[in-house]
């Protein structure tokens, strides 16, 4: 998967973890520790194709980050993460914790 991928996650630990999993996929991955500092990615690199994001951040919550990086990017590809939340608005999800292959598998049927 050559695709520069947009991490965000509150949980420095869970946001190095998930960025690992996705460069061992041949992913470039780009980490944010909330959801200003994604938007402020987004906007500033043309390359990014998929952003992950947790769902439950202090601040701007992962459906709102959603919500406002299809606006700046209506191509964009998002695959939110929870552990507690439950799916919302019709975006693929992930449920925290998850495997190296579940991972995989999520977003091969993500990007398609």
């Known amino acids: 998967m050559n695709h520069t991928v947009l991490v965000v996650d509150d949980d420095p630990g869970v946001l190095e973890a998930i960025a690992s999993m996705l460069e061992d996929l041949g992913c470039n991955v780009i980490a944010a ?15 990014i194709a998929v952003l992950i994001t947790d769902i439950n951040m ?8 959603a919500e406002l990086a299809m606006r700046v990017r209506p191509q964009l590809k998002v695959l939110q993460l929870s552990g507690r939340e439950p799916r919302r608005g019709g975006l693929p999800m992930i449920k925290k914790p ?12 993500v990007i398609g």
Do not use: I, T, V, Y
């Open 58 to 65: 202090p601040g701007m919550d992962g459906h709102e980050l």
């Open 98 to 109: 998850f495997s190296f292959e579940d991972l995989a598998n999520r977003m091969k049927q």
């Open 33 to 47: 520790q909330s959801g200003p500092a994604a938007l402020d990615q987004l906007r500033r690199n043309e390359q």
